[in-house]
């Protein structure tokens, strides 16, 4: 066997010191970090590739094809999709899972035009961009959510086009949420007949189903298509997503490859059968009832981490049902030391699980005394 020499290893083990402690201090980014994957580490030594469509048999007999279908059932039925047409694969994020939902909306309708709100996750105009479809910016309401009657004058001015529209399930910055409902209303009152309606739900999406009060998201209030990253509330070492859609929306390049056996309906060509895995491990440790719960534990955190900041007179904010807290920016070495994001003079905690009432009681106090200094 290879072996690694001592400065190597000298290296990996201050690698390994260094990330243990910064995921200590990791507030600042949708992360989970309460996993514990060590049961399933003996098939790290194995090469497991899903390439191709999960729902076709392939060549390529080692991977995790099984696993994967179970976990796009599950992402489906928390979605309310249509059992009888439904269609998934697991991918690398939600900037692929973004970039499917786009090809399928152009697949449907080549002259559409892609409705984005200024808030949205900066992957949407970059894979608008790669698949060269014309984009309009829409504003979005103080909050984050989107401003509907901005959304419904661009619309107008668009009548003949097909109206392609991202819908944000949890905004990257404030976590808002849009509200299908609305955006369905407003396009059929300004009277255009053909749109597709994709949720970039990669932060809020493996919870929002469970989130109060309730925001039309899913399949049932008439999504087309839905993103959402499975590594960011579930937590994994690994980032992974899944895109669910309608069946008979599903983009296939040709017909069967027979290099490979199966179908080229994915974006890559070499799937991760690890993060398959993991998703699917995930899964069954917790289960719908575990989602819900872990949700609720982490709003409780949430809610803590508001009114903490509220007592030390710190400006805070959080929308309704949101594991995100807004806060005033603090101090440069706070922001950099716990990884904060930061915009326009605010910057946010992110209460995913992981994070305990401990850790948000060390940067309070580290922000109450830097404030009063
Ligand atoms: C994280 C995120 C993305 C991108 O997902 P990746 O998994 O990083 O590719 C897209 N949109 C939103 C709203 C996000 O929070």
Redo the contacts with the bound molecule.
Sequence with gaps: MYSISSSAREQLRELANDIKERTQLFIGY?VATDFDYSEIYPLFNYFLNNIGDPNRDSLCRVNTREMEKEVISFYASMFRAPQDDVWGYITS????G?LYGLLIARERYPDGIVYVSESS?Y?VSKNAHLLRMPTIATKSQIHGELDYEDLRMSLAKNKSKPAIIVA?I???MTEARDDIDMIRRVIEEVGIKQSHIHC?A??AGSYATFIKPRRSFDFADGADSIAA?AY?FLGMPE?C?VIITRASLRVTHGDEVSYIGNLDSTISGSRSGHTALMAWYRLKQLGVEGIRRRYKQSLAVAAYTQHELEAIGWSTWRNPGALTVMLASPPLALVTKWQLATDNGWSHILCMPGITKERIDMFISELASASST
């Design positions: 949708p994020g939600s900037t692929e973004n996750h992957s944000n949890g905004t990257t970039d990669a932060l990253s960011k980032p997503g």
